[in-house]
């Protein structure tokens, strides 16, 4: 039987007493923002360690953990193999600024699995790769401008935050202060699930589009899969238009499937940009794709992108480890976990006359507290957010960490079990009964 051990440690007095001390150094208190809890209301429990689908907060509290890092861990928090790889990488060395064996191997790997990717470059974080590749595609074709899609996130870098999802969409900022008006005139912004969006966009701004980019699977503004031709028709888009068309899977890479949603829907992008799974919980991003673009990166060409601590001999090695830990085996279990919660979630809902409409792709999903089934950004803003705050805040205290804004997906991995999903169902229930009890409920404060 599963108990709910954080209901002791509700209060947590140790994290808001941490959170506030952190605030007087760190803006918000935070690395990024979504940890700030700033959407759903409350203070975040300290996280002192984490183990297979566990939490443990600086409260004694534990909690059964749907971020897992925001998608990363799909193997779980701290695996013995993984611990111990990284453990010998370490008395090895952290890091050479030369090349190894070890980033060639990944690199390998990689393209084994993505066979679009050709050739790779790795960088230190999505944002990285994202922004790289976009660079890569502006000197291949000799034009500016950038074709995304709103509540699409593709990082920080200023070109992608114009009607961006993910923490952006969560603040109520999704066009960030500080992105220069010349960067943000070159991104152009149509809508996801829509080719006719990008139609009229292409036709605007003929010969000027450089690139196309896009999360076949939308996971930022929850998650939203590609109705069905929608990704096959960016594809005829971009080669009609002469546009790069890059495949953003730093969520959907490894998760979607082992070759990631460009394997599951049969698309080859020209270039595909990866981070989260593949580095096993350390800091990695990737880009690759065509060898005659990417031959264009320097030193091979003339684009530059350089990084100290590119291709770390540590994060390489908990890559590698996590790749080769990908079975057909796990994507049976991750499909079956995430369809027996997507099930018990809906139930209760039903049971309680929720309004909730479930968006899952295999292991990530989304409850979106909405009448109305959820299928670009439009209808995504639809949610109501404050019920979401309710639910997360009800789920908390029952012991369940879950990701503490409606805009971002349910992850999980390996690490967790039918006993886990089940206790999570039925705290979703009580929550729920305890949302409907409540006539007049207060609304999620900041
Ligand atoms: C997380 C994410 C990024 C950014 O990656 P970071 O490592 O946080 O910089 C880019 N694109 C997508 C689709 C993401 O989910």
Known sequence: MISFPAMAASTRANSRRLFARAKRILPGGVDSPVRAF??????????????????????????????????????????????RALA?????????GAPTTLEVELGLAVRRLMPSIERIRFVNSGTEATMSALRLARAATGRDRLIKFAGCYHGHGDAFLVQAGSGALTLGVPTSPGVSRAVAADTL?????????????????????????????????????PATGFLEGLRELADQHGAILIFDEVISGFRAGPGGAQERFGVRPDLTCLGKIIGGGLPVGAYGGRQDLMDQVAPAGPVYQAGTLSGNPLAMTAGLWALSQ???????????????????????????????????????????????PI????????????????FFRGMLARGIYLPPSQFEGWFLSGAHSNPLVDATIEAAGATLRSMRRRAAPASASR
């Open 38 to 83: 700033s959407a759903v209301g409350g203070t975040p429990p300290f996280i002192r360690r984490a183990r297979g689908a566990r939490l443990f907060d600086e409260d004694g509290g534990s909690y059964i953990d749907y971020v897992m890092s925001w998608g990363p861990l799909i193997h779980g928090h701290a695996p013995a193999g993984l611990t």
């Open 88 to 96: 010998e990488a370490a008395a090895r060395g952290t890091s050479f």
């Open 189 to 225: 912004v149509a809508e996801y699930n829509d080719l006719t969006s990008v139609e009229r966009i292409f036709a605007k701004h003929r010969n000027r589009v450089a690139a196309l980019i896009v999360e076949p699977i939308a996971g930022n503004m929850g998650v939203v899969p």
């Open 326 to 372: 990908l079975t057909p085996k796990l994507y049976r279990k991750l499909d079956g976990l995430g369809a027996r919660l997507a099930a018990g979630l809906a139930d209760a809902a039903r049971q309680t006359d929720t309004d909730l409409h479930l968006n899952a792709h295999g292991s990530v999903l989304t409850p979106f507290f909405s009448a109305t």
């Open 375 to 390: 299928r670009n950004y439009q209808s995504a803003r639809r949610a109501d957010t404050a019920a979401y705050g309710r």
